[in-house]
């Protein structure tokens, strides 16, 4: 089941050596020194360490970090979004009251439609209806062969 252990002759392989490659070093010219006079001369600071020795320098002022502006406690993304979300919400009530509005208005054009032809059907009605006695226009009664004219002057 496991192969046979046998001792194996350890292969050479032929080593490459990579040297570095030198440059030539380039010489930094430095930048000249401008002396400037400080707007106050800086106090000397002495410190003892444990060991004895003492160093001395100038004490420099630790770096003050910018003033980072204070965030709002929401942020401006999460406002529009809710705002946004509001005026969705208003205009589909608006568009909702529309709808109810545009209903109610068809309704009662309706009612004026059926008013308007109930009255104008009496009206109608009414002069079918009515006596032959008429107050106006030509009457012709052909029994008595009599003729009654409008008096207009014409």
């Known amino acids: 089941m496991y192969p046979d ?9 032929a080593v490459e050596v990579h040297q570095p490659t030198q440059y030539p070093s380039v010489v930094a010219v430095p930048a000249p020194v401008v002396p400037m006079q400080p707007g106050s001369v800086p106090a000397v600071a002495r410190i003892v360490l444990p060991d ?13 970090p910018e003033q980072v502006a204070v965030k709002p406690v929401v942020s401006r993304t ?13 205009v589909c009530g608006g568009l909702l ?6 209903a109610a208005l068809t309704a009662f054009i309706a009612q004026l439609i059926v008013l308007a032809a109930v ?11 009515s006596a032959n006695d008429h107050q ?12 009654k004219r409008n008096h207009f002057n014409g």
């Open 119 to 129: 009255i104008f059907g009496g009206w109608i009605a009414v002069q079918v209806f």
């Open 52 to 64: 004895g020795r003492i160093v001395t320098g100038y004490a420099i002022d630790a770096a003050r």
């Open 97 to 102: 009251l529309l709808t109810s509005f545009i």
């Open 78 to 90: 999460a406002v529009n979004v809710a705002l946004g979300g509001v005026g969705f919400l208003a």
């Open 5 to 13: 252990h046998a001792p194996q002759v350890p292969v050479q392989r």
């Open 136 to 147: 106006g226009g030509t009457t012709v009664n052909i029994r008595k062969a009599t003729f």
